[in-house]
Nanobody, 120 residues
Framework: QVQLVESGGGLVQTGGSLRLSCAASGRTLSTNAMGWFRQAPGKEREFVGAVSWNGLATRYADSVKGRFTISRDNGKNTGYLQMNSLKPEDTGVYYC?????????????WGQGTQVTVSS
């Protein structure tokens, strides 16, 4: 069974930055696209962005374009979500996911999630 573990969440003020990490067991991130999702309190889980297996193609939700950057280091089996200019509406639990490609909504494996709270 593949395991994904997120870290780097926390409390940050509006306009601040956080970088989330997603460590994968085995070679998951070298063979699968990596996606990020988030779920705000009382809301449905939503897509944030994804990066292809080779790191050359990225896709982002309109709500985070220009503020968030997804990258990966396959040698470390680790993916990253750099979040800048954070807003209160970015608050939620963030999940990384292993996906077949960066253009699908299907998720093969989920991480456990990490809490991000943006204060106003």
């Amino acid at each position: 069974q593949v395991q994904l573990v997120e870290s780097g969440g926390g409390l940050v003020q509006t306009g601040g930055s956080l970088r989330l990490s997603c460590a994968a067991s085995g070679r998951t991130l070298s063979t699968n696209a990596m996606g990020w999702f988030r779920q705000a309190p009382g809301k449905e889980r939503e897509f944030v962005g994804a990066v292809s297996w080779n790191g050359l193609a990225t896709r982002y939700a309109d709500s985070v374009k220009g503020r968030f950057t997804i990258s990966r280091d396959n040698g470390k089996n680790t993916g990253y979500l750099q979040m800048n200019s954070l807003k209160p509406e970015d608050t939620g639990v963030y999940y990384c996911a292993a996906m077949p490609n960066s253009y699908t909504s299907y998720v093969n494996y989920w991480g456990q999630g990490t809490q991000v709270t943006v204060s106003s």
